[in-house]
Nanobody, 114 residues
Framework: QVQLVESGGGLVQPGGSLRLSCTTSGMVFSPNIMGWYRQAPGKQRELVARRSSGGSTNYADSVRGRFTISRDNAKNTVYLEMNSLQVEDTAIYYC????????WGQGTQVTVSS
C-alpha cells in the first residue's frame, strides 16, 4: 500500500514563501503523476499543480508564476515551492499520486495571514 506524507505547511504573512514536501512509501509504479491539491473552508478541493514522471506540468491559473512544482523521481518525492503567498492561498494542501491507483496524503495546513 502506498502512503504519502506531506510536510512544510505553516503560518506565513502575505508575500511570504513556503516549501511543501511529499514523500512516499511503498511500491510506486511508473509512469505516474504526482501533484498538489488544496481545499479551503467551504470550497471544493482543487488542483494546484501536478507533474508527471515524464516531466509534463500543469498549474492552476491562480498560482502560475508564483508556485513551482518539482519532483525527485528516484525518491518519488514531490515539492511545491510557494512564493508571493496571498490570503486566498490559505487551505489544506494535499499531495496526490496517480499510479495504478489514486492515493492521497493526510494534508498539511497552509495559513496566509498578517
Amino acid at each position: 500500500q502506498v502512503q504519502l506524507v506531506e510536510s512544510g505547511g505553516g503560518l506565513v504573512q502575505p508575500g511570504g514563501s513556503l516549501r511543501l514536501s511529499c514523500t512516499t512509501s511503498g511500491m510506486v509504479f511508473s509512469p505516474n503523476i504526482m501533484g498538489w491539491y488544496r481545499q479551503a473552508p467551504g470550497k471544493q478541493r482543487e488542483l494546484v499543480a501536478r507533474r508527471s514522471s515524464g516531466g509534463s506540468t500543469n498549474y492552476a491559473d491562480s498560482v502560475r508564476g508564483r508556485f513551482t512544482i518539482s519532483r525527485d523521481n528516484a525518491k518519488n518525492t514531490v515539492y511545491l515551492e510557494m512564493n508571493s503567498l496571498q490570503v486566498e492561498d490559505t487551505a489544506i494542501y494535499y499531495c496526490n499520486l496517480v499510479a495504478r491507483g489514486n492515493f492521497w496524503g493526510q494534508g498539511t495546513q497552509v495559513t496566509v495571514s498578517s
